[in-house]
């Protein structure tokens, strides 16, 4: 199983890869370990950045991305999806190696 999701404690344009690991607050991974029993899943973490000013990190992650930056998550997509390829074909430590930023 490969987990790909957001990370606010990535800026954005980073990408790091690992096995296992806690949910650190994030309700989707959360939701994973409940459902699996384990944490025990490779993860694909895309760096989204703090919310800006107070706003609160739920509705950061949950607002729509803004226009000016749609070409970026675009390509942060894209590059997640490369490193979901890579770590299928050339193991974690490879796909690492080649996406950890």
């Known amino acids: 199983m490969i987990a790909v999701h957001d990370e606010l404690d990535l800026d954005p344009g980073r990408i790091r890869l690992k096995f296992g690991g ?3 607050g994030h309700n989707g991974l959360k939701s994973m370990r409940r459902c699996l029993g384990t944490g025990d ?3 694909v973490r895309v760096g989204i950045g703090r919310p800006p000013g107070s706003q609160s990190p739920a509705d950061y992650v949950l607002s729509p991305v803004p226009a000016a930056q ?3 998550v675009a390509v942060d997509v894209a ?4 490193a979901v390829t890579t770590l299928i074909t050339q193991g974690l430590e490879t796909a690492q190696n080649t996406f950890n930023s």
């Open 41 to 43: 899943f490779f993860r």
């Open 22 to 24: 806690g949910d650190n």
């Open 79 to 82: 590059r997640a999806a490369d």
């Open 70 to 72: 749609r070409a970026d």
